[in-house]
């Protein structure tokens, strides 16, 4: 062994470390339901890094995109959130590994069959969909403490910080001008009407094709005075990062800030009281900082949820496969899709004669069946 991976705090310490370390351990693994990655989406990110932070962690997380998207448009390429296959399913069902399965609080009932099912309340119940009320035998885990006090059977707080300091940092000399705001889902969801105040504003949007991109939005941040938010949005949070107070405007709609609790309330005003204003103006060089102490508080949260879920679904008996639309055997348009992709990846590489012949090969073996 070299001198500089004897200092390498990576290093496997001995051959027992080393095989723990790198095979397989018999654990339940992680199914999450989410939809494909959206940037702008703050309950999505929380559940794609979810998955990534579980991986990371040691334990085995896959995504199952619901609604269905295909594999290569579902995933960020930089988080470990690999999409749930039917290999997987069958492997953990022939294992007897009962999946956990987390559930958003959008997504009625449980539609797969799962086993166990964590349903993780990333919004008010209800706001946005999905159940008011929670099955029994459901392991509900909130994002917040105040979503945590409307949820009577809540196990655990899981704060994910989704926003990323490097993108929203601040530039302390630069100069502040105009206001911005977002109101996504006030606005496009529940049609509801603006407020004068942001009349003058530029507005924030996402998924459209004029849309800004993270940096944009990131450098809108450092130059304005404040941001104007009539819901409860991740840009929130980003903005603070970037040193902009964040104004939240009360509506019928938006009547608590989720992470209230964990954020405090630095750089934030609740309504357009100038003393509120102001205040916020005063104290938001503080928000960073309170934010930034919660990638620790989620680390040990997140070893309390694998340890209460591992142990909870030794309990839970798994007899029947869990029900994926997309991973059946009667799902012909993908099965066809996967055909004609073989095909044509092996026409490719071995031309149309070889080609030919091992289509052939293979119906003269299974019929019609490519797939085992």
Sequence with gaps: MNAGMAHNSNAVADDHAGADWLLPRRRHPYYIVAPRYVRMSAGIKVLHLLCHALNRAGERAYLITHPYCLPQYATHPELITPVLTRATLEHDFASGLAP????PETVHGNPFNAP???RYVLNFPGLLGGDFQYDEDEFCIAYSENLAGSIPSARLTLFVPAS??????????????????YAGKY???HGGELFDITRDSTEITR?????????QIADLFRRSELLYCYENSALAIEALLCGCPVVFLPNPYFDRVIAAEELGWDGIAWGTDPDEIARAKHTVHLARDNFLHHFDVFYEALGEFIASTQSEADGRRYETPIAVPYLRDTNLVLKIGGVLEIVRSFYQQKGGLKTAGQVLKRISQRGLRFFP
């Excluded at 956990?100 to 559930?103: A, D, E, F, K, L």
């Excluded at 990323?164 to 705001?181: I, K, L, N, W």
């Design 164 to 181: 990323d300091p490097q993108t929203f940092s601040p530039v302390p000399e630069q100069e502040r001008r105009g206001t911005c705001f």
């Design 116 to 118: 166990f099912v964590v």
């Design 207 to 215: 998924d459209l094709p004029d849309s800004p991109t993270q940096p």
């Design 100 to 103: 956990i399965v987390v559930y």
């Design 187 to 189: 606005k496009y969801h």
